[in-house]
Protein backbone atom coordinates (compact mmCIF):
# COMPACT_ATOMS: atom_id res chain seq x y z
CA UNK A 1 0.00 0.00 0.00
CA UNK A 2 2.82 2.62 0.86
CA UNK A 3 4.60 1.67 -2.48
CA UNK A 4 0.86 2.05 -4.70
CA UNK A 5 0.57 5.94 -2.36
CA UNK A 6 3.91 7.14 -3.09
CA UNK A 7 3.82 5.63 -6.58
CA UNK A 8 0.29 7.59 -7.49
CA UNK A 9 1.87 11.46 -5.31
CA UNK A 10 5.36 10.96 -7.86
CA UNK A 11 2.74 11.63 -10.29
CA UNK A 12 0.67 14.27 -8.64
CA UNK A 13 3.04 16.25 -7.29
CA UNK A 14 4.53 18.15 -9.80
CA UNK A 15 0.89 19.12 -10.45
CA UNK A 16 0.34 19.82 -7.20
CA UNK A 17 3.26 21.87 -6.34
CA UNK A 18 2.70 24.80 -9.00
CA UNK A 19 0.40 26.41 -6.49
CA UNK A 20 -2.46 28.40 -7.64
CA UNK A 21 -2.68 32.13 -7.97
CA UNK A 22 -5.04 34.21 -5.70
CA UNK A 23 -8.43 34.06 -6.84
CA UNK A 24 -7.78 31.09 -8.86
CA UNK A 25 -9.95 27.74 -8.22
CA UNK A 26 -8.36 25.44 -6.10
CA UNK A 27 -7.44 21.81 -8.14
CA UNK A 28 -8.95 18.46 -5.65
CA UNK A 29 -7.06 18.21 -2.73
CA UNK A 30 -9.00 15.13 -2.29
CA UNK A 31 -6.56 12.93 -4.50
CA UNK A 32 -3.43 10.72 -2.59
CA UNK A 33 -1.15 13.54 -1.39
CA UNK A 34 2.65 13.65 -1.88
CA UNK A 35 4.93 11.17 0.26
CA UNK A 36 7.43 9.86 1.12
CA UNK A 37 10.53 10.90 -1.59
CA UNK A 38 8.51 13.04 -3.11
CA UNK A 39 8.51 15.71 -0.26
CA UNK A 40 12.43 16.02 -0.15
CA UNK A 41 13.32 20.09 -0.04
CA UNK A 42 9.86 20.68 1.58
CA UNK A 43 11.67 22.15 4.88
CA UNK A 44 9.82 24.58 7.17
CA UNK A 45 11.27 27.80 8.98
CA UNK A 46 11.02 27.90 12.97
CA UNK A 47 9.25 31.19 13.47
CA UNK A 48 7.99 33.28 16.19
CA UNK A 49 5.34 35.79 16.71
CA UNK A 50 3.47 37.37 19.92
CA UNK A 51 0.63 36.09 22.16
CA UNK A 52 -0.53 35.55 25.35
CA UNK A 53 -1.14 33.03 27.60
CA UNK A 54 -5.22 33.09 29.50
CA UNK A 55 -6.43 29.89 31.68
CA UNK A 56 -9.10 30.38 30.22
CA UNK A 57 -11.69 32.10 27.94
CA UNK A 58 -12.38 34.69 30.54
CA UNK A 59 -8.91 35.60 31.58
CA UNK A 60 -5.24 34.57 33.12
CA UNK A 61 -5.41 32.46 36.38
CA UNK A 62 -7.90 33.48 39.03
CA UNK A 63 -9.05 36.46 37.22
CA UNK A 64 -5.78 37.96 37.09
CA UNK A 65 -4.94 39.57 33.02
CA UNK A 66 -3.47 37.08 31.16
CA UNK A 67 0.80 37.20 30.74
CA UNK A 68 1.99 38.66 27.02
CA UNK A 69 3.75 35.50 25.31
CA UNK A 70 6.04 34.64 22.40
CA UNK A 71 4.51 31.69 20.18
CA UNK A 72 6.56 29.79 18.59
CA UNK A 73 6.25 27.21 15.35
CA UNK A 74 7.19 26.25 12.20
CA UNK A 75 6.15 27.88 8.36
CA UNK A 76 6.08 25.88 5.53
CA UNK A 77 5.97 27.62 1.96
CA UNK A 78 5.38 26.66 -1.05
CA UNK A 79 7.12 27.61 -4.30
CA UNK A 80 6.30 31.01 -5.31
CA UNK A 81 4.47 31.84 -2.59
CA UNK A 82 4.41 36.16 -2.74
CA UNK A 83 2.86 39.08 -2.25
CA UNK A 84 2.08 38.99 -6.11
CA UNK A 85 0.45 35.31 -5.86
CA UNK A 86 -0.52 34.60 -2.22
CA UNK A 87 -1.25 31.40 -1.21
CA UNK A 88 -3.75 29.20 1.17
CA UNK A 89 -2.61 28.11 4.70
CA UNK A 90 -3.39 25.79 7.34
CA UNK A 91 -2.90 26.56 10.79
CA UNK A 92 -2.38 23.39 12.96
CA UNK A 93 -2.36 22.85 16.58
CA UNK A 94 -0.67 19.79 18.10
CA UNK A 95 -2.48 17.59 21.13
CA UNK A 96 -1.51 16.37 24.25
CA UNK A 97 1.82 14.86 23.00
CA UNK A 98 2.80 17.58 21.73
CA UNK A 99 3.87 18.09 18.06
CA UNK A 100 4.77 15.10 16.01
CA UNK A 101 6.74 14.42 13.35
CA UNK A 102 4.97 11.87 11.52
CA UNK A 103 1.92 14.06 12.03
CA UNK A 104 2.12 18.15 11.96
CA UNK A 105 5.41 18.11 10.38
CA UNK A 106 4.84 15.90 7.87
CA UNK A 107 1.09 17.25 6.95
CA UNK A 108 3.19 20.39 6.72
CA UNK A 109 5.94 19.16 4.06
CA UNK A 110 2.74 17.28 2.15
CA UNK A 111 0.69 21.21 2.17
CA UNK A 112 3.70 22.97 1.03
CA UNK A 113 4.19 20.74 -1.63
CA UNK A 114 0.56 20.87 -2.74
CA UNK A 115 1.19 24.12 -3.30
CA UNK A 116 -0.68 26.17 -0.38
CA UNK A 117 1.09 26.98 3.33
CA UNK A 118 1.22 25.54 6.93
CA UNK A 119 1.76 26.71 10.06
CA UNK A 120 2.44 24.03 12.84
CA UNK A 121 1.81 26.21 16.52
CA UNK A 122 3.70 24.42 19.59
CA UNK A 123 2.02 26.27 22.37
CA UNK A 124 4.28 23.71 24.75
CA UNK A 125 7.60 24.95 23.26
CA UNK A 126 6.82 28.37 24.14
CA UNK A 127 5.54 27.70 27.83
CA UNK A 128 8.15 25.76 29.22
CA UNK A 129 8.26 27.61 32.03
CA UNK A 130 4.56 26.44 32.60
CA UNK A 131 5.74 22.41 32.38
CA UNK A 132 7.46 20.08 31.18
CA UNK A 133 6.33 16.89 31.84
CA UNK A 134 2.86 15.91 30.14
CA UNK A 135 0.71 16.02 33.30
CA UNK A 136 2.29 19.72 34.33
CA UNK A 137 1.86 20.66 30.60
CA UNK A 138 -1.98 19.83 30.74
CA UNK A 139 -2.71 21.45 34.00
CA UNK A 140 -1.04 24.56 33.04
CA UNK A 141 -0.79 25.23 28.89
CA UNK A 142 -4.61 25.12 28.55
CA UNK A 143 -7.20 25.01 25.69
CA UNK A 144 -7.13 29.08 25.40
CA UNK A 145 -3.38 29.49 25.18
CA UNK A 146 -3.44 26.86 21.97
CA UNK A 147 -6.28 29.63 20.68
CA UNK A 148 -4.71 32.37 22.07
CA UNK A 149 -1.67 31.31 19.81
CA UNK A 150 -3.97 29.74 16.93
CA UNK A 151 -5.32 33.62 16.34
CA UNK A 152 -2.07 35.46 17.04
CA UNK A 153 -0.83 33.02 14.26
CA UNK A 154 -3.76 33.84 12.18
CA UNK A 155 -2.39 38.00 12.74
CA UNK A 156 1.27 36.77 12.01
CA UNK A 157 0.46 35.29 8.83
CA UNK A 158 -1.76 38.14 7.86
CA UNK A 159 1.49 40.68 8.25
CA UNK A 160 3.59 38.92 5.86
CA UNK A 161 1.60 39.49 2.82
CA UNK A 162 2.63 36.20 0.92
CA UNK A 163 -0.72 34.51 2.49
CA UNK A 164 -4.23 34.52 1.49
CA UNK A 165 -5.70 35.14 5.28
CA UNK A 166 -9.34 34.99 3.85
CA UNK A 167 -7.96 31.09 2.89
CA UNK A 168 -6.87 30.11 6.49
CA UNK A 169 -8.44 27.00 8.08
CA UNK A 170 -7.62 25.82 11.93
CA UNK A 171 -6.77 22.23 12.21
CA UNK A 172 -6.30 20.65 15.60
CA UNK A 173 -5.54 16.95 16.74
CA UNK A 174 -6.96 15.93 20.05
CA UNK A 175 -6.16 18.41 22.60
CA UNK A 176 -5.78 20.69 19.69
CA UNK A 177 -8.87 19.60 17.98
CA UNK A 178 -10.83 20.68 21.04
CA UNK A 179 -9.50 24.37 21.03
CA UNK A 180 -9.70 24.28 17.05
CA UNK A 181 -13.68 23.79 17.78
CA UNK A 182 -13.30 26.03 20.46
CA UNK A 183 -12.40 28.90 18.37
CA UNK A 184 -15.21 28.66 16.03
CA UNK A 185 -17.59 30.07 18.64
CA UNK A 186 -18.09 33.91 17.92
CA UNK A 187 -17.51 34.63 21.58
CA UNK A 188 -14.10 33.31 21.16
CA UNK A 189 -13.45 34.97 18.16
CA UNK A 190 -14.53 38.29 19.55
CA UNK A 191 -12.28 37.50 22.29
CA UNK A 192 -8.61 36.82 20.61
CA UNK A 193 -9.68 38.74 17.36
CA UNK A 194 -11.51 41.75 17.94
CA UNK A 195 -9.82 43.36 14.69
CA UNK A 196 -12.23 41.22 13.26
CA UNK A 197 -9.78 38.23 11.61
CA UNK A 198 -11.43 35.13 11.13
CA UNK A 199 -10.74 31.61 10.05
CA UNK A 200 -12.34 30.53 6.94
CA UNK A 201 -12.74 26.70 8.23
CA UNK A 202 -12.05 24.45 11.19
CA UNK A 203 -10.95 21.02 11.37
CA UNK A 204 -11.07 18.64 14.56
CA UNK A 205 -9.28 15.50 14.64
CA UNK A 206 -10.11 13.00 17.34
CA UNK A 207 -11.35 15.98 19.89
CA UNK A 208 -13.45 15.02 22.56
CA UNK A 209 -16.58 16.70 23.20
CA UNK A 210 -16.72 17.51 26.62
CA UNK A 211 -17.68 21.41 26.33
CA UNK A 212 -20.96 23.45 25.55
CA UNK A 213 -21.08 26.41 24.85
CA UNK A 214 -23.79 28.51 26.63
CA UNK A 215 -23.97 30.80 23.96
CA UNK A 216 -24.07 28.99 20.59
CA UNK A 217 -23.35 31.45 17.93
CA UNK A 218 -20.43 31.05 15.90
CA UNK A 219 -18.10 32.82 13.28
CA UNK A 220 -20.20 31.11 10.56
CA UNK A 221 -17.30 28.71 9.15
CA UNK A 222 -17.58 25.37 8.51
CA UNK A 223 -16.16 22.73 10.79
CA UNK A 224 -14.92 19.09 9.62
CA UNK A 225 -15.04 16.62 12.62
CA UNK A 226 -13.39 13.51 11.80
CA UNK A 227 -12.88 10.33 14.49
CA UNK A 228 -12.79 6.35 14.94
CA UNK A 229 -15.58 4.47 16.07
CA UNK A 230 -12.80 2.61 18.26
CA UNK A 231 -11.51 5.49 20.09
CA UNK A 232 -13.45 5.73 23.87
CA UNK A 233 -12.40 9.16 24.04
CA UNK A 234 -14.55 10.12 21.77
CA UNK A 235 -18.38 10.25 22.59
CA UNK A 236 -20.31 9.81 19.00
CA UNK A 237 -23.93 11.13 21.12
CA UNK A 238 -21.60 14.15 22.57
CA UNK A 239 -20.48 15.06 19.66
CA UNK A 240 -23.65 15.41 17.41
CA UNK A 241 -24.95 17.39 20.37
CA UNK A 242 -22.31 19.71 19.80
CA UNK A 243 -23.12 19.54 15.87
CA UNK A 244 -26.12 20.93 16.50
CA UNK A 245 -25.48 23.58 18.95
CA UNK A 246 -22.65 24.74 16.41
CA UNK A 247 -25.32 24.06 13.40
CA UNK A 248 -28.23 26.56 15.35
CA UNK A 249 -25.10 28.71 15.92
CA UNK A 250 -24.77 29.35 12.43
CA UNK A 251 -22.06 26.80 10.96
CA UNK A 252 -22.16 23.79 8.59
CA UNK A 253 -20.61 20.66 10.52
CA UNK A 254 -19.57 17.59 8.83
CA UNK A 255 -18.84 14.68 10.92
CA UNK A 256 -17.47 11.74 9.63
CA UNK A 257 -16.75 8.50 11.49
CA UNK A 258 -13.71 5.92 10.30
CA UNK A 259 -15.16 2.23 11.31
CA UNK A 260 -12.67 0.82 14.23
CA UNK A 261 -10.30 3.24 13.89
CA UNK A 262 -8.50 4.37 17.27
CA UNK A 263 -7.21 7.66 18.46
CA UNK A 264 -4.47 9.31 17.08
CA UNK A 265 -4.35 6.88 13.80
CA UNK A 266 -2.58 9.76 12.09
CA UNK A 267 0.34 9.71 14.52
CA UNK A 268 3.24 7.74 13.35
CA UNK A 269 3.43 5.29 16.27
CA UNK A 270 2.63 1.66 16.76
CA UNK A 271 -0.31 0.06 18.66
CA UNK A 272 -3.01 -0.21 18.93
CA UNK A 273 -2.48 -0.03 22.67
CA UNK A 274 -4.22 1.69 26.12
CA UNK A 275 -3.08 5.12 27.02
CA UNK A 276 -4.02 7.58 29.46
CA UNK A 277 -7.10 8.48 31.68
CA UNK A 278 -10.36 8.97 29.63
CA UNK A 279 -11.90 12.35 29.66
CA UNK A 280 -14.88 11.16 27.71
CA UNK A 281 -17.34 11.40 31.08
CA UNK A 282 -16.74 14.70 31.65
CA UNK A 283 -18.97 17.43 30.99
CA UNK A 284 -18.00 21.45 31.25
CA UNK A 285 -20.56 24.28 30.27
CA UNK A 286 -18.68 27.74 29.04
CA UNK A 287 -20.61 30.78 29.84
CA UNK A 288 -20.93 34.16 27.91
CA UNK A 289 -18.54 35.52 30.46
CA UNK A 290 -15.97 32.88 29.14
CA UNK A 291 -15.55 31.37 33.35
CA UNK A 292 -15.69 27.34 32.36
CA UNK A 293 -17.92 25.26 35.08
CA UNK A 294 -18.14 21.86 35.60
CA UNK A 295 -21.64 21.15 34.47
CA UNK A 296 -23.12 18.72 37.24
CA UNK A 297 -21.46 20.82 40.06
CA UNK A 298 -21.37 23.96 38.80
CA UNK A 299 -17.97 24.45 40.48
CA UNK A 300 -15.86 27.15 38.55
CA UNK A 301 -12.77 25.94 36.48
CA UNK A 302 -9.84 29.12 37.85
CA UNK A 303 -6.62 27.53 38.30
CA UNK A 304 -4.42 24.65 37.57
CA UNK A 305 -5.20 23.40 40.88
CA UNK A 306 -8.88 23.41 40.50
CA UNK A 307 -8.59 21.69 36.61
CA UNK A 308 -6.26 19.25 38.07
CA UNK A 309 -9.29 18.35 40.68
CA UNK A 310 -12.13 18.59 38.22
CA UNK A 311 -10.60 16.39 35.27
CA UNK A 312 -9.26 14.25 38.17
CA UNK A 313 -12.72 13.40 39.65
CA UNK A 314 -14.61 13.75 36.05
CA UNK A 315 -12.24 11.01 34.21
CA UNK A 316 -11.73 7.14 34.50
CA UNK A 317 -9.14 5.14 34.86
CA UNK A 318 -10.16 3.14 31.66
CA UNK A 319 -8.07 4.76 29.21
CA UNK A 320 -8.44 4.60 25.58
CA UNK A 321 -7.18 2.80 22.52
CA UNK A 322 -4.65 4.87 20.57
CA UNK A 323 -3.02 3.75 17.56
CA UNK A 324 -1.40 3.94 13.91
CA UNK A 325 -3.75 3.01 10.79
CA UNK A 326 -2.23 4.00 7.42
CA UNK A 327 -5.58 3.12 5.54
CA UNK A 328 -7.62 5.22 7.91
CA UNK A 329 -4.65 8.06 7.43
CA UNK A 330 -5.04 7.79 3.70
CA UNK A 331 -9.47 8.21 4.25
CA UNK A 332 -9.12 11.10 6.29
CA UNK A 333 -6.26 12.61 4.23
CA UNK A 334 -9.26 12.62 1.22
CA UNK A 335 -11.83 13.33 3.42
CA UNK A 336 -9.47 16.60 4.57
CA UNK A 337 -7.96 17.43 0.99
CA UNK A 338 -11.68 17.72 0.02
CA UNK A 339 -13.17 19.98 2.65
CA UNK A 340 -10.15 21.96 1.91
CA UNK A 341 -10.75 22.30 -1.62
CA UNK A 342 -14.26 23.15 -0.76
CA UNK A 343 -13.09 26.26 1.54
CA UNK A 344 -10.28 27.48 -0.41
CA UNK A 345 -12.83 27.65 -3.45
CA UNK A 346 -15.69 29.29 -1.10
CA UNK A 347 -17.70 26.15 -1.48
CA UNK A 348 -19.43 24.58 1.65
CA UNK A 349 -21.67 21.04 1.46
CA UNK A 350 -21.98 19.06 4.93
CA UNK A 351 -22.66 14.67 4.73
CA UNK A 352 -21.77 13.24 7.67
CA UNK A 353 -20.55 9.54 7.17
CA UNK A 354 -18.97 6.53 8.62
CA UNK A 355 -15.84 5.68 6.33
Known amino acids: MRKLVVSLCSALVAAFAMGSPAGAAIDDLGKPWPYGATLNGSGGQAVTFPSESPFSLSGGEDGAAPPAATAQ ?10 REKPV ?29 AALVVDSFAARRNLGTGF ?10 ML ?20 KVVLAGFSYGGMATTYALYDQVAQRFAPDGLRFAGHVAFYGPCIVRFN ?17 AIVDPDRCAAVQGDLEKGGSQVERIAYDGAYHQWDGGRGGPRKIGRNLAPCQFRVLESGMVLEARTYLPM ?35 GRFLTRVFNGETKRADAVR
Request: hydrophobic share 40%; glycine share 14%; proline share 4%.
Open 147 to 166: IADAYAGLRFLKGRGDIDTS
Open 135 to 144: IDRLMNITEA
Open 88 to 116: PAVIMLHGSAGVLSAREMTYGRQFAAMGF
Open 302 to 336: TNPFSRKVMLGLCSDGEGYMIGADDEVRLKSNADF
Open 73 to 82: GTLFLPPGAS
Open 215 to 231: NSKTTGAPLLMLYGTGD
